[in-house]
């Protein structure tokens, strides 16, 4: 940096992290700090149009707007969102505004006897082991797209010290070519895998019918399951969050422990599960109870909320009157965009943090508070694999820019209920008094290389939880397409509003593809370029078609957070078929 400007970003020597590897995204991204489409001071909308605005102003409409809310108010927030900043809001939610309505997950929510389970310490996979397991089991992501420095580490890892990986997701995987052993499931159908592959390794049940609905043949869930098995259970799962969503969710989750129990990961060092979140800070932001059913560590809130997908029902109801968007923009991430365009249509009041002008902001934002970016926060995040990691500013706040802590803990002042922080080091200070298992975890103690919190002695503070194996229900088959298909989806790393912002990386923000196999394709008439159009139940997709040998016949995959004609218009959490038009 130089005069408070960002001119260059370079990877540390993190072995424990990232191999002193960065990816193009983290290396060029910065740019977006610096462009005229940063947001740098507040706005408030003045008939019927967004107006820069003192921060008294927009702090006074603001609170006013909370308060009038109260049992009324609901909050997201996003990946960027720091652990500090996630329990500042819950607690203004909860506490200030006596509303239980909060979220950091955008497909619907896990009973919280799951989220323990899955972070009991004897459990977590580090990203070394990524590297050094006799086996890792690739499931439902992509981590050239979720996270490329682990996608790196497992290419390493195969070529150089003979791990033997396995691939089982929904579409083509950049990791196919390093895979011993790789299986295309239907969009949706990882429990029903997950499913079949227990019942080879000791339920007993119905191999060839749980195969079958996931759309693979049992013979290839033979051949995973003895391949993961001569690795001794020295086995690492990494899984993608989007395993987890929908109303089928918890089943997949039980499906999942009941592989990790078979396989005896909580008993072998260099296994465990490690899980890919949608949000950078996703994993932290569930630890400090930023979730409609848990509290700070996990525990029993005092009430139960409201999950994303029923707040944005509730706020387009009435049954809500505000929403807070902390780093979240509903609009892009989350499934069902009709529903949240009505609801965000009928909020009373949309607060929003945001850096960068987005469709939300423009739209239906209300009060915008100008956010930090990266360079600007301190605090601490959540590695996917437990480690706390610290935030330094490297730059000053370019033009009136506030931290984040500050501006909800003046909310929470302003409508009558402090919130006890006056600095960013006490903000943290509080974090590890709410957390159990970060009890006494210090700044000085987090430095420049982060400590993993299961590798402490307050890590016994975790709640107790039943982590299987469990009875599984038969999951439902993957729906038969009888001449339509079946709808995938999947988020590109370039489908960011920092890349379309940065001078270096915008022309590689994603326009809508379809990607078809080739015998769909042939069916349909359609060539690789073809514009087509995807439609279900009247919406309708356009983009241009991707004839690709290694998409699964009957499946159509869609790009989420494209430019324009996102899928998330399309989806609703839920298996869908949808049917494809050439235009």
Known sequence: MRDERVLRVLARDHEGVDDGWLCDKGRFAYQSIHVDERITEPMVRDGGVLRPASWERAMATAATALAK???????????????????????????????????????????????????????????????????????????????????????????????????????????????????????????????????????????????????????????????????????????????????????????????????????????????????????????????????????????????????????????????????????????????????????????????????????????????????????????????????????????????????????????GHPLGVLTGAEATAQLAQAVPFYAGVTRDEIGGRGVNWQAREPASALPEAEAGPFELERPPSAPSPNGALRLGTFRSIWASKEVEASPALKFLAPEQRVQLSPEDAQRLGVGDGDPVEVVHDGVRVRGAALVHAAVPAGTALLEVGTVADSANALTNGEPRLVEVHRR
């Open 69 to 415: 809310a109260k049992g009324r108010a609901a909050a997201l927030a996003g990946g960027e969102t720091t652990n500090e900043e996630g329990l500042l809001l819950a607690r203004l939610l909860r506490e200030g505004l006596d509303s239980p309505d909060v979220d950091s997950r955008a497909g619907g929510n896990l009973p919280v006897e799951l989220y323990r389970a899955l972070a009991r310490p004897e459990l977590q996979a580090t990203v070394p082991d990524l590297e050094w397991a006799k086996a890792v089991l690739v499931l439902d992501c992509e981590p050239v797209d979720d996270a490329p420095v682990l996608d790196l580490r497992l290419r390493k890892g195969a070529r150089r010290h003979g791990l033997r990986l396995a691939v089982v997701t929904s579409r083509p995987s950049s990791l196919d070519p390093n895979a011993e052993h790789w299986l295309r499931i239907a969009p949706g159908a990882g429990e029903a895998l997950l499913g079949a592959l227990d019942a080879v390794l000791g339920s007993g049940g119905d191999v060839d019918g749980l195969a079958a609905a996931a759309g693979v043949a049992a013979a290839e869930v033979r051949d995973l399951a003895a391949l993961l098995s001569s690795a001794g259970g020295e086995v690492a799962i990494v899984w993608g969050e989007r395993l987890a969503t929908g109303p089928r969710a918890a089943h997949a989750v039980r499906a999942l422990l009941n592989i990790a129990a078979r396989l005896n990961l909580g008993d072998t060092p260099g296994g465990g599960l490690l899980e890919l979140p949608e949000g950078a800070n996703g994993r932290g932001l569930r630890e400090v109870g930023v979730l409609p059913n848990a509290a700070p560590g996990y525990a029993d809130p005092p009430a139960e909320g409201r999950a994303a997908e029923q707040i944005a029902a509730a706020l387009a109801e009435g049954e809500l009157t505000t929403l807070h968007l902390l780093h979240a923009d509903p609009l892009d991430t989350h499934p069902d965009r009709p529903l949240w365009e009505r609801a965000l249509g009928h909020a009373t009041t949309v607060i929003v943090h945001e850096s960068l002008m987005t469709d939300t902001v423009r739209e239906h934002a209300d009060v915008v508070f100008p956010a930090e970016s990266y360079a600007e926060k301190e605090g601490t995040l959540t590695h996917p694999d437990g480690r706390l990691q610290r935030l330094r500013p490297a730059i000053g706040h370019p033009g009136t820019v506030r931290a984040g802590w500050r501006v909800l803990a003046e909310l929470a002042e302003r409508i």
